[in-house]
């Protein structure tokens, strides 16, 4: 069986909070996880209760002001999967992390599938602002600022549970996962879908699957290889040996 890494064809790669945590981001469902440690946090994820709930509001925003990835700078593994581009092999990265790290450390070709925490959106209308004008209203003594245009609610730009994906962002993850010869999952539990799915997807369109998680996935029989090392000394070393340096 000849080894996934001799494969030269396009790269696709789904990432989540894990390859973050080296940058200084908490995962969420890790023994130090953000939900793990405050499972209150997990209800301000929550569409319906963000939307019926102003005290959650209220510290979702204050959530957001203290979120260590207005400070946070892309780890070895972010600027690996530069590395990889840069060598001319055709990379899509998926991610489901917010902290727009992969654009920070150079990437070009990157699917927010959760949207980011660096811009606002009115659930009502269609006005958008960045985050931090929004939070200079609550630091002025707005605890739950309203949409400036129709009164209606705010929210970071992110996807929460309970809330409607964007169809755009969908469709372009499944085509770097339909086109990808080599599909790398890299710090990701893989129980959210639509995220996880696009494991299936590549691996039914002839990818070969490559799971770098320190817990076990529901993905892990599809895969071709299966890395538990930690993600900032892991992923540079499969980049290079993809690169054959």
């Known amino acids: 069986m000849t080894d996934w ?5 396009p790269i696709g790669v789904l990432t989540g909070a894990g390859i973050s945590t080296d940058s200084g981001i908490p995962d969420f469902r890790g023994p130090r996880g953000v939900w793990t440690e405050d499972p209150i946090a997990e209800l301000l994820s929550t569409y319906q209760n963000y939307v019926a709930d102003p005290e959650l509001r209220t510290r979702a925003w204050l959530a957001r002001r203290d979120n260590p990835a207005w400070h946070a700078t892309p780890n070895s593994a972010h600027q690996a999967l530069v590395r990889l581009a840069a060598s001319g092999r055709p990379v899509g990265i998926i991610t ?5 790290l992969h654009q920070r450390a150079g990437s070009d070709t990157v699917v927010e599938i959760h949207g980011n925490m660096f811009e606002v959106v009115c659930i009502d209308c ?3 602002d960045s985050m ?4 200079e209203r609550v630091a002025a003594g707005e605890p739950d600022p309203a949409c400036p245009d129709c009164g209606g609610i705010l929210k970071a730009a992110t996807v929460m549970f309970g809330q409607q994906l964007d169809g755009a962002a969908i469709r372009a993850a499944v085509q770097i996962a339909e086109n990808a010869e080599i599909f790398l999952a890299v710090g990701s539990s893989l129980q959210v879908e639509p995220a996880a799915s696009m494991c299936a997807v590549a691996v039914d369109a002839g990818a070969d699957l490559v799971i770098v998680n320190d817990e076990p996935t529901p993905y892990d ?5 299966i890395v538990r090392d930690p993600i900032g000394a892991a992923l540079p070393r499969l980049v ?5 340096d």
């Open 221 to 225: 029989d599809y895969a071709a290889e």
């Open 240 to 244: 290079s040996e993809i690169l054959g």
């Open 126 to 128: 269609d006005f958008t």
């Open 132 to 135: 931090a004008a929004t939070l």
């Open 96 to 100: 489901q992390n917010i902290d727009r």
């Open 5 to 9: 890494r001799a494969r030269k064809g």
